[in-house]
């Protein structure tokens, strides 16, 4: 009867090993306990498993290993690039950050480290006159009520008002728009509503309008007539050229062309400097942050989502941080990707 008994429970313990492996169990099991026996982390088996992205190449060079130092897993990662290629990581939950420049790793770091302290987004409130100072200090200055432009030792001014400065990646150009004469500053312009608010009788208020009116127009007169008031291309390169009818509302970038300027409009459409138009970028590029030209006005790419789609139609997928970067007088797109098998953040350029 005992012996019943334990052939029984044998049977019983052969038949449940054979169905949960045929359930796939005790493989698992298997394989967890292989990867605890033999030292194996989890990334290694998942490097495997895991395809590289479409857009990998066998010429792209390591920006940031995820092994050594870091071991960690790149789903965890928060990450934060310069426009320099430095890179910062931190594990999510982690007080410790890791830097990479040129592949080669330091750290760890904890906040408030000076080393890491680029990376810290400034606080600086541009829309008020003194962080507007502060972003373009030391080319913009405060001369009296109005705005100097200083550049490569050349004064440009004074302008009442300035909308854009933007700097050249290469720091020898710059443009801006600006007004050389206003009606009255926003501050005169808020004294006179708070006057008009104020007063006790209708007399009163048609009487400080009237005055208002008319230090408007000796301000015109004096500042040299309508024209001034118009919104004016200011630029160290030669000849260049802007009509604000012609081009409204229009906005000065640095970025999308390697150390050239351009003008965006609302309307999707690119501008060099000289007014001649570049691009009408198609309307899915609308609200793109990043729109890159290349050196000889025959490409664009938009990117977003981890998705660079190209004027030719081309798209390329799994990326992220691309920009212009000029190697040995070539311009290229650079763009960085992850990649499983070297688990590795990897960089690579395409001649654009």
């Not at 426009?83 to 420049?101: F, N, P, V």
């Not at 198609?282 to 609200?287: F, I, L, S």
């Not at 290229?332 to 688990?343: A, D, E, T, V």
């Amino acid at each position: 009867m005992k012996k019943a008994i334990i052939l029984s429970l044998a049977i019983i313990f052969v038949t449940a090993n054979y169905l949960m492996a045929q359930s796939g169990f005790l493989k698992k099991v298997s394989n967890s306990v292989n990867k605890e026996v033999l030292g194996k982390p989890e990334t290694a088996d998942k490097a495997k498993i895991e395809p590289e992205p479409s857009c990998a190449s066998d010429q792209a060079i390591k920006a940031m290993d995820l092994g050594g130092k870091l071991e960690v897993d790149y789903e965890e990662l928060s990450i934060s690039i310069l426009s320099d290629g430095r890179i910062l990581a931190q594990a999510h939950g982690s007080d410790e950050y890791y830097m990479a420049k040129d592949g080669v790793t330091s750290g760890p770091f904890k906040a408030g480290d000076p080393q890491i302290a680029d990376f810290i987004p400034k606080d600086v409130d541009d829309k008020s006159e003194a962080g507007f100072l502060a972003k373009n200090k030391p080319y913009i200055t405060k001369s009296g009520e109005k705005y100097l432009i200083t550049f490569a030792g050349k004064k440009y001014g004074p302008y009442a008002r300035i909308d854009y400065f933007t700097v050249s990646k290469s720091k020898d150009k710059f443009a801006a728009m600006a007004t050389e004469t206003v009606v009255a500053t926003e501050d005169q312009g808020k004294k006179m509503d708070e006057a008009i608010k104020n007063a006790k009788t209708d007399q009163e208020r048609m009487e400080l309008a009237m005055e208002y009116a008319q230090q408007m127009q000796q301000t015109i007169v004096e500042g040299g007539g309508p024209e001034s008031m118009q919104q004016k291309l200011i630029s160290n390169v030669p000849n260049v050229a802007y009509d604000p009818m012609k081009i409204p509302n229009a906005m000065l970038n640095g970025d999308i062309k390697y150390d050239e300027i351009v003008m965006t409009t609302f309307d999707n459409k690119i501008y060099d400097l000289h007014s001649k138009l570049l691009f009408t970028l198609d309307r899915e590029a609308t609200g793109f942050k990043n729109v890159f030209i290349n050196t000889n006005n025959t490409k664009y790419a938009i990117y977003g989502s981890g998705t660079l789609a190209f004027s030719d139609k081309t798209t390329m997928t799994d990326l992220f941080n691309p920009y212009l970067v000029k190697v040995d007088g070539k311009v290229y797109l650079s763009y960085m990707y992850y990649s499983p098998k070297k688990n590795a953040i990897m960089q690579h350029k395409i001649s654009f």
